[in-house]
């Protein structure tokens, strides 16, 4: 078969194209140009697609002894993720910037120029599994796992979509890269939002949007007890950075329970007003088997490495409703909601919907 290797210049993406070849696979390597000006983007290792990651992706490519390119999708990038990333926090939602990447970007953009150029499938170095069966699973290491930010890729997409180390934890892909000779085994994994370049989100938000003062009221008394310079530097559940002028009349901690664009106010309360018992998403997406007809008992989780709990979900054409059998803390629209079926196999990814309450 002939596979495209998304190769990002870290050890997981370089090691999932090594083993596409050993499998047999005509595999040839691609790395992502994202940034429009590549020195606006974080350096070092900490990052995601650095001005270092190219070169460190053509160097495995030689080692592993495939072909290999640079695609450029700065202008794609911005647009849908990007520009995305802005519009939903302008919005008061908190959005997930590589959800929209893998989406937008390597299982659409990039899926489709591959399709179109004669390749069969797409691999990258997600931890996640997709077997025979199609269905798509957690990794065998939970601590690495990615479903989460699969879950938004449809049948078609996951059809030509390759995970090679779904099987694998991240130490075993340590050492197998090591064992290849691959200089990228001991480098560290990203973090941070790769178009962030000093990590600053509310500075990167501000010098887009502006300065918008407004209120910080709080949700008990509705009394005004600080101010903010835009609603969109907050989001749900945050503690710290609040500007409170006064405490709370019991002393308590204060969190950010909801922002609203239309009036440009941050409500604030205890952190029990940010239990949940129902959440409700939009735009679902049904990859588990056929669409059920009524309830189903899954297990809902909210947010990357986030907590999982066992859930009651209804899915219609518009969206997906779950009533959670426990609460949830500091659900945040804009997330993904992802819905699993225990299995003993790996847990199965039924769907998943953008949370909008």
């Known amino acids: 078969m002939r596979v495209l290797a998304a190769m990002s210049g870290g050890v997981d993406s370089a090691v999932a194209a090594a083993r596409a070849a050993q499998a047999g696979h005509d595999v040839t390597g691609v790395h992502l140009a994202l940034a429009r000006n590549p020195q606006t983007y974080r350096t070092g290792a900490r990052g995601c697609c650095t001005v270092e990651d190219a070169r460190d992706a053509r160097r495995a490519a030689d080692v592993i002894g495939i072909p290999f390119y640079v695609w450029d999708m700065a202008d794609q990038f911005h647009a849908d993720v990007v520009d995305d990333f802005v519009a939903e926090y302008a919005a008061g939602r908190t959005p997930n910037p590589c959800l929209r990447c893998n989406e937008k970007i390597k299982f659409a953009a990039v899926l489709d120029r591959a399709v179109a150029l004669g390749f069969d499938a797409v691999v990258t170095g997600h931890h996640a599994r997709l077997g025979p069966d199609g269905l798509l699973r957690r990794s065998v290491d939970e601590a690495k796992d990615q479903s989460y930010v699969l879950a ?47 990590g600053d989100t509310r500075g990167f938000l501000t010098e887009r949007l502006g ?40 002393g308590r901690p204060r969190y950010v329970l909801s922002i609203t664009p239309v009036s440009n106010t941050v409500t604030v309360g205890p952190a029990e007003a940010l239990d949940v018992s129902t959440v409700v998403g939009e735009r679902p997406v049904w990859i588990g088997g056929p669409r059920p007809d009524g309830p189903v008992e899954a297990m809902l989780q909210v947010r990357a490495h986030g907590s999982v709990v066992p859930a009651v979900v209804e899915v219609g054409a518009d969206g997906i409703r779950a009533e959670l059998r426990r609460p949830l803390r500091a659900v945040a629209a804009g997330q993904a909601m992802v819905v699993y079926r225990p299995d003993p196999a ?12």
Do not use: N, W
């Not at 059809?159 to 075993?172: H, V």
């Not at 340590?174 to 994994?189: H, N, Q, S, T, Y």
């Not at 300065?211 to 509705?222: E, L, M």
């Open 152 to 198: 938004v890729l449809d049948r078609a997409q996951l059809d030509r979509a390759m995970f090679p180390l779904g099987d694998s934890t991240k130490a075993q892909v340590r050492i197998e890269a090591a064992e290849r000779g691959l200089a990228v085994a001991d480098k560290p994994d990203s973090h941070d939002i790769c178009f962030i370049a000093d």
């Open 211 to 250: 300065s918008a003062p407004g209120d910080v009221v709080d949700a008990a008394t509705g009394a005004v007890v600080g101010s903010h310079d835009g609603a969109y530097g907050f989001t749900v559940g945050q503690r710290r950075g609040l500007g409170l002028g006064a405490p709370a009349p019991d």
């Open 346 to 357: 790996g847990d199965v990814v039924l769907g998943s919907a953008t949370i909008t309450g």
